[in-house]
């Protein structure tokens, strides 16, 4: 049996964490890398929560007069939704001019896919929502694994992309 890493793939993103100042980033980070294996709830709930902080980062930097302004009742999709707009990473913001046209707006169509499935399954199985008494199963560590490396690799993407339209 190949050894797999309870990080998840966190790596990109943790060093992100630790190279700006992104204590809240770092500590959904450590909350992850501490309960993939023991609570696949937590881990999922705080990779939502890991997108969260990444978008909101992004829309705090970018915010009113000039950039786009959240509220509170935000949903996950709409913060999603209005980051990579701010980063012109939506698929309608990539030129018909542009070589692989269709794979890059069918890959970025997919990372805004990631956001809400993430979303639903931390409503269905995260920690966030009481649960009722009798409820049983859940999400495997796998699946948290998997939900974490897909969370983190689209946190890299969005800071990466952010970090490079203002050096």
């Known amino acids: 049996m190949v050894a797999l890493s309870q990080s998840a793939r966190l790596a990109d993103t943790k060093r992100f964490a630790s190279t ?10 450590r909350r992850i890398e501490l309960s993939i294996e023991t609570d696949p709830a937590v881990a999922i709930g705080s990779a939502k929560e890991m997108i969260e902080t990444v978008c909101k980062t992004i829309l705090d930097k970018r915010g009113p007069p000039s950039g ?3 509220t509170r009742d935000d949903d996950l999709n709409e913060l999603g939704k209005k980051a990579f707009g701010v980063l012109k990473q939506l698929p309608d913001d990539i030129p018909d001019s542009a070589k692989g046209l269709k794979t890059i707006k069918t890959m970025l169509s997919n990372l805004r896919t990631i956001v809400q ?14 649960r009722e008494g009798t409820m049983r199963g859940g999400l495997l560590p796998r699946h948290a694994r998997l939900v974490v490396g897909a969370a983190s690799t689209l946190c890299w993407y969005l800071l990466e992309t952010d970090r490079d339209m203002n050096p």
């Open 117 to 130: 499935g993430i979303a639903e399954l931390r409503n269905l199985y995260g920690n966030g929502h009481g």
């Open 68 to 70: 786009v302004s959240y």
């Open 20 to 29: 700006v100042d992104l204590p809240h980033l770092a500590d959904h980070v």
